[in-house]
């Protein structure tokens, strides 16, 4: 591990490309000698767990990877799916989903559900004890079984595929992960939450000889036995990560570490 860093300089100006994106960020960094609460996100914490080094370069040094493009199909997904299911929280009925696939629930209906699910400016939250994070993230929907008054963790998922839609693929860690933060942040806010989660998978056909302005979805009910006990340490671990002035080892899979590598061979 190399000894940090070049400091920052404080006179910096934000650096803007033409595309938008920010190179160097000089707000929101992580300052180790403050007190008040620092927000971290549930998919910071995701990049924690993929490389310590880049969430590093992130929330301590105003470095963060360039964005990826936004995925207006799967966004349009969830905007549908949760319209549908804000119908059957207003009437406190089970969704045909879930009739169908003999899951007893109804979406839960709460004051701050609508605060829960915006990630941008609330999401659901928690100071992580022993620490100054404030672990934060917006969820897509929470049910309830009526009879026992758990709720559970809901995820819309989008795709397109020719085979079934399954939670085995290695990358799709991220989602397990995205369940188990979830259902720790809602047990801290004082609720019970079954260890069973559910995404709401949504599998588009493309199949058919027609497009026709139209697509359309097989879609699957996924449960997920979550386990979040990892989730305060993995928290604790990105803490003192950020308050180390020293640069963590990055990962060695990375395909944009392994460009920037070779292309500095060429550049410099
Ligand atoms: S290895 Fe990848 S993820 Fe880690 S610092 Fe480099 S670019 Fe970021």
């Known amino acids: 591990m190399k000894n940090l860093i070049k400091h920052i300089d404080p006179a910096l100006e934000e650096i803007k490309s033409l595309s938008g994106y920010r190179p160097q960020r000089v707000r929101n960094l992580y300052d180790p000698l403050a007190i008040k609460p620092f927000k971290v996100s549930r998919s910071k914490l995701e990049l924690f767990l993929k490389c310590a080094r880049c969430f590093y370069l992130d929330r301590r040094l105003g470095v963060a990877q360039p964005p990826g493009y936004p995925f207006s199909l ?43 699910r915006d990630s941008l400016h609330a999401g659901i939250q928690c100071i992580v004890p022993n620490t100054n994070i404030m672990l934060y993230g917006g969820l897509d929907d929470v049910w309830i079984n009526p009879k026992t008054n758990e709720l559970m963790v809901v995820d819309y998922k989008a795709t397109s595929k020719a085979t079934a839609v399954t939670l085995d693929a290695p990358w799709q ?8 933060i979830y259902q720790w942040l809602l047990r801290k806010n004082g ?22 302005g139209r697509l359309s979805f097989d879609i699957s009910l996924l449960p997920y036995e979550g386990d979040a006990a990892w989730v305060e340490s993995a928290v604790m671990n990105a803490y003192n ?10 990962s060695e899979s990375c395909d944009y570490c392994l460009y920037l590598k070779a292309a500095q061979k060429h550049i410099l």
């Open 74 to 116: 799967n966004n349009a997904v969830d905007s549908l799916l949760k319209k549908e299911f804000d119908g059957y929280r207003t009437e406190q009925k089970t969704h045909p989903i879930c009739l169908v696939n003999g899951v007893e629930v109804v979406p839960f209906s709460h004051p701050d559900i609508d605060k829960w």
């Open 191 to 212: 609720f019970i939450v079954s260890n069973t989660a559910y995404f709401v998978y949504c599998n588009g056909k493309a199949d058919g000889n027609n497009f026709d």
């Open 173 to 180: 860690i991220g989602y397990k992960h995205q369940a188990e």
């Open 241 to 250: 990560c950020l308050r180390s002035d020293v640069m963590p080892s990055g």
